[in-house]
């Protein structure tokens, strides 16, 4: 059964700061990953699709990695301000079904 | 619609009681998931559609959980006898189809809790 953890768990920096997200999942057949933002008492909203071919995909100061074989991708956030402050979270889809499996979320709080 | 619509967004409920939760998903979109969040958690998968039909229901914790998609559009989870343990945000996500490669997108959930 695939399982997806993130680290750290929460994260507070001061604004300006470079940070870096981590994700691992355990079953390294997926097809894609997918980081997420949610907002309290929101939903999710997508930042980065990244396929299984790729290695990494950007978006403004978001730069998301995946390196599949080790079963781990990254989230960089490059000069964060306070509205960055979110949960993020990272989901697999994988072989074995067509869902997304989800890691707990990392709490970023980016202080001005 | 411009995204995936989720009503009510907010259902307090008794314990005991049975509730329903709708989903309107992206117009055109075939596939439709239903997750579960609890508090501090990321979302936990309950069943997949793949138009009219669940294709994926092994998410589903019990037989008190059941969803329908009748039309292949709007889609309804009912929670029988509800328990306190059923309290959490329940997401709704759809996709173009139900490609692996195809990108998911969520509506902003309804917060059920059963008092």
């Known amino acids: 059964k695939q399982e997806v953890t993130q680290i750290p768990a929460a994260l507070s920096v001061p604004e300006g700061e470079n940070l870096v997200l981590n994700c691992s999942f355990t079953?390294?057949?997926?097809?894609?990953l997918q980081w997420f933002r949610q907002d309290p008492g929101k939903g999710l909203t997508s930042l980065l699709l990244?396929?299984?071919?790729?290695r990494e995909q950007t978006s403004g100061r978001l730069n998301a990695s995946l390196d599949k074989s080790s079963g781990r991708s990254t989230l960089y956030i490059a000069a964060s301000q306070p509205g960055d402050s979110a949960t993020y979270l990272c989901?697999?889809?994988?072989?074995?079904?067509?869902?997304?499996?989800f890691g707990g979320g990392t709490r970023l709080m980016v202080k001005p | 619609g411009a995204g995936v619509s989720q009503t009510p967004s907010n259902k307090v409920t008794e314990k005991g009681k049975y509730v329903e939760l709708r989903c309107d998903p992206i117009?055109?979109?075939?596939?439709l998931y239903w997750y579960r969040q609890s508090l501090g958690q990321g979302p936990e998968f309950l069943i997949y559609?793949?138009?009219?039909?669940?294709?994926?229901d092994s998410g589903l914790p019990n037989d008190r959980f059941f969803a329908v998609r009748p039309e292949g559009s709007v889609s309804t989870l009912k929670i029988q006898r509800t328990e306190r343990g059923d309290s959490a945000v329940y997401l709704c996500?759809?996709?173009?189809?139900?490609?692996?490669?195809?990108?998911?997108?969520f509506g902003q959930g309804t917060r059920l809790t059963v008092v």
């Open positions: 996500a759809s996709s173009l189809h139900g490609g692996v490669n195809t990108e998911a997108f």
């Open positions: 079953d390294s057949a997926i097809y894609n």
């Open positions: 990244i396929q299984s071919s790729q």
């Open positions: 989901a697999v889809r994988d072989n074995a079904g067509n869902m997304l499996t």
């Open positions: 117009s055109g979109h075939t596939a």
């Open positions: 559609f793949q138009g009219t039909g669940a294709a994926d």
